[in-house]
């Protein structure tokens, strides 16, 4: 059964960092796209930020800059460096597996606030 398990959300404060990370199990990751997203309240599902397998990595213009995405293949994990982060930051993130719908995270929350 494949599994994308993340953690590392939580509160903080404007200003503040948090590292997201979400490994996949009894699957590999070789060879394929790493993706976070985010959904506030209300809001669609957007994409925040992308790692092609040997690509190049891309990032929403509204995190340009102070989010970083990165992959460790030997554990099979992704990872989002969030730093100066904002109230307008708030929101569940979800990291995916691949280019298709089918392998996601099961979101962890983010807030910001003082």
């Known amino acids: 059964q494949v599994q994308l398990v993340e953690s590392g959300g939580g509160l903080v404060q404007p200003g503040g960092s948090l590292r997201l990370s979400c490994e996949v199990r009894g699957f590999s990751a070789d060879y394929m796209r790493w993706s976070w997203y985010r959904q506030a309240p209300g809001k669609q599902r957007d994409l925040v930020a992308e790692?092609?397998?040997?690509?190049?990595?891309k990032y929403a213009d509204s995190v340009k800059g102070r989010f970083t995405i990165s992959r460790d293949n030997a554990k099979n994990t992704v990872y989002l460096q969030m730093n100066s982060l904002q109230p307008e930051d708030t929101a569940v993130y979800y990291c995916k597996l691949g280019t298709g719908d089918i392998y996601w995270g099961q979101g962890t929350q983010v807030t910001v606030s003082s």
């Open positions: 790692m092609p397998w040997g690509g190049t990595t």
